[in-house]
């Protein structure tokens, strides 16, 4: 079955750790997202990839990082110089944006740093 | 910049009846969409609806409907008939046709609870 994967569903992190989550697609899709979400907000966008190896800052990129190495593959990396990393993470993918600006998401990870 | 307004926090219905969900958004621009997603007690995000702003015919998917008012920046969602497996949370969203890659703008959402 197509779809998008993210793991884990939960992971727990100290304070001052670095954490690598991961989203894979197996859609075809051209373009990949990293949102985030906090109790009573919508998602916000970390960052975007429209194409392998090229991405964009999204609005609350900071103390983030992410890859695009692979047209399936789409991690992010959580640094500790976010100030406060743990929500919920949902990973996205579309197919050429100028084709359909439908966007599909993953099952997520929520992200718990103490 | 774009803005999303969700003013209904929590709407409850009884199983069967309908039920219309608010949105407003804010832009400058004539190019855009706007989608409907419905994200249950297990977190998955899934779109439920979708609007191209060029087009006049509001869009429907069996028991969902929009009501699309393009000049007065209103894009409400009419669930039919509705069913317990419909309680979850509504986020209505909003992208601006760029030809390219871009962000979905979310409201902050509305709870919908579906009961006996």
């Known amino acids: 079955d197509g779809g998008i994967t993210q793991s884990p569903k939960y992971l727990f992190r100290k304070e001052g750790q670095n954490v690598t989550l991961s989203c894979e697609q197996n859609?075809?899709?051209?373009?990949m997202y990293w949102y985030r979400q906090d109790p009573g907000q919508g998602l916000r966008l970390i960052y975007y990839s429209q194409i392998v190896n090229d991405f964009q800052k999204g609005d609350i990129a900071e103390g983030y990082s992410v890859s695009r190495e692979k047209k399936e593959s789409f991690p992010l990396t959580v640094t500790s110089a976010q100030k406060n990393p743990t929500a919920f993470y949902l990973c996205?993918?579309?197919?050429?944006?100028?084709?359909?600006?439908?966007?599909?998401f993953g099952p997520g990870t929520r992200l718990t740093v103490t | 910049a774009q803005t999303v307004t969700q003013s209904q926090p929590e709407m409850s219905v009884q199983e069967a009846e309908t039920v219309t969900l608010s949105c407003t958004y804010d832009?400058?621009?004539?190019?855009?969409?706007l989608f409907w997603y419905k994200q249950p007690p297990s977190r998955q995000m899934i779109l439920v609806i979708r609007q191209e702003a060029y087009k006049q015919q509001n869009a429907t998917e069996n028991r969902f409907s929009v009501n699309f008012q393009k000049a007065a920046k209103s894009f409400s969602l009419k669930i039919s008939d509705s069913q317990l497996g419909d309680t979850a949370m509504y986020f209505c969203?909003?992208?601006?046709?760029?030809?390219?890659?871009?962000?979905?703008?979310f409201g902050t959402g509305t709870r919908l609870q579906v009961t006996l």
């Open positions: 832009t400058s621009e004539n190019n855009y969409y």
């Open positions: 969203a909003f992208i601006l046709y760029t030809g390219t890659a871009s962000k979905l703008t």
């Open positions: 996205a993918s579309s197919i050429d944006p100028g084709r359909s600006y439908e966007q599909y």
């Open positions: 859609l075809n899709h051209d373009a």
